[in-house]
């Protein structure tokens, strides 16, 4: 029998803010890099194509392959523990950062990052689908994914506070190593507040037990279901473009009108994210619980039809002549994007058997991040670099983005292929879950 009633409905709620918070830690100390990128490209030397791989490729091998064996270990074993250990990493990383004085040191101080968010994720899907019931689980994950805007937002408005009197005295060490140290310390407060949940039992009721899979086993299982693959590569392409944006967008607004007040900028930016962004992933998995009800396609349909939007907003949003109607067609891109956000978590944890959720999570954000955080900023780095040999910095960035955006034809292609592949992979899902706890 299902049990709901496990969890408070004060513990969980409080429990997902604080998730999601941790979430939205995990985003400052990526997002941070990109707006800082001018001053700290400056200050080091670096080229784009360095700046570009700083961003993507250096943070996202080490994020993606380090996140499959503790995927694994999340399966078995606490993944508070793992979780809190993961964020008190990646958070003394960021502080390392500041440290930086070359290329090299700062592309070990993002591989350390990496290592450490890449403990993240995983447990956090895995906790959230224990509290949470299938038919609120969009809903809960979509809550959970507004950590990435509000995580944005926050880094924008930590970066307006703490840059200093003038658009010209922007200490950006200071920033890393005060974000560095407020992340140690949530870490502390995580492992003091939440508690393990049981697995399967919001489904299963609490006396349930549930075999722990071997590795191979778990990656034989996932690899075999056809949706959970569309969505992945759906939200990684989606997810390119974006990355590629964000990397380069503050630069390429500085370079569009140099006038503009760079913290008036930062602070509006961080608006956008957190309104626009966070209600995006908010409505969109709301919509897609609702409308998931009477269609299952629904959570392939929907997404394709947001990135169908993106894709024109986003590259007229490059060819504008001034910063507020970039800014103008920036904010309706985000509502779009974050649309896909809650559907595609809900997907990779509903289809993947209850005891491998975790590892669901860490191969679906390894799919992710190779090709969209290592692709789409190392990507657009060389890009702009490549232009910019017959072009000004404007017009390089410009072609660079078009470029990038069209990577958005085959997300929405894959979330077709999710909408017709999804029913029949759900009730696969059910099955076996059913078949896991009855044994």
């Given amino acids: 029998m299902v049990n709901q009633k496990i969890y408070s409905k004060s513990y969980r709620t409080s429990a997902l803010v604080l998730l999601t918070v941790v979430y939205g830690f995990n985003f400052i100390d990526r997002q941070i890099l990109g707006i800082l990128a001018p001053f700290i490209q400056k200050d080091l030397g670096l080229s784009n194509t360095e700046l570009g791989l700083l961003i993507g490729l250096a943070f996202a091998i080490f994020y993606t392959l380090v996140a499959i064996p503790i995927a694994w270990l999340a399966d078995r074993y606490n993944r508070v523990n793992i979780l809190s250990i993961a964020l008190a990493t990646w958070s003394g990383f960021t502080a390392l950062t500041g440290l930086a004085n070359n290329f090299i040191q700062i592309g070990i101080a993002r591989m350390g990052v990496g290592v450490g968010e890449a403990g993240g994720s995983p447990p956090s899907h895995s906790i959230i689908s224990d509290m949470y019931p299938k038919e609120e689980r969009a809903s809960a994950l979509g809550i959970y994914s507004m950590g990435i805007p509000l995580g944005i937002m926050a880094a924008y408005f930590v970066t307006a506070s703490l840059m200093g009197a003038s658009s010209e005295d922007v200490n950006w060490r200071r920033i890393f190593i005060f974000l560095g140290l407020a992340g140690i310390a949530l870490a502390i407060l995580v492992k003091l507040v939440l508690r393990e949940p049981i697995r399967g039992a919001i489904e299963f009721g609490d006396e349930v037990k549930i075999k722990k899979p071997a590795f191979m086993e778990s990656l034989k299982i996932l690899l075999k279901i056809p949706a959970w693959w569309a969505m992945c590569f759906g939200i990684a392409f989606g997810s390119f473009a974006s990355y590629a944006s964000m990397a380069f967008q503050t630069k390429f607004l500085v370079t569009l009108d140099p006038t503009f007040n760079f913290q008036t900028l930062v602070i509006i930016l961080g608006i956008m994210n957190g309104v626009a962004y966070a209600g995006g992933t908010f409505f969109g998995a709301r919509i897609a619980d609702y409308w998931g009800k009477r269609d299952i396609r629904a959570y392939g349909w929907l997404p394709a039809i947001a990135i169908s939007l993106c894709l024109p907003i986003g590259i007229s949003s490059y060819w504008v002549a001034s910063v507020e109607m970039n800014l103008?067609?920036?904010?309706?891109?985000?509502?779009?994007?974050?649309?896909?956000?809650?559907?595609?978590?809900?997907?990779?944890?509903?289809?993947?058997?209850?005891?491998?959720?975790?590892?669901?999570?860490?191969?679906?954000?390894?799919?992710?991040?190779?090709?969209?955080?290592?692709?789409?900023?190392?990507?657009?780095?060389?890009?702009?670099?490549?232009?910019?040999?017959?072009?000004?910095?404007?017009?390089?960035?410009?072609?660079?983005?078009t470029v990038a955006f069209f990577i958005l034809i085959p997300s929405i292609v894959s979330f077709l292929v999710v909408a017709k592949m999804l029913p029949k992979d759900w009730a696969a899902a059910e099955k076996l879950n059913n078949e896991l706890t009855n044994n």
Wanted: charged share 10%; proline share 4%; aromatic share 14%.
């Fill in 328 to 401: 103008i067609l920036t904010t309706i891109f985000l509502i779009f994007i974050g649309i896909y956000l809650g559907p595609s978590f809900a997907i990779a944890q509903t289809l993947a058997p209850i005891n491998m959720r975790a590892m669901s999570t860490a191969l679906f954000f390894f799919i992710l991040n190779m090709i969209a955080l290592g692709g789409g900023p190392t990507f657009a780095g060389w890009l702009i670099d490549l232009f910019k040999e017959s072009n000004n910095d404007l017009e390089s960035i410009r072609y660079a983005m």
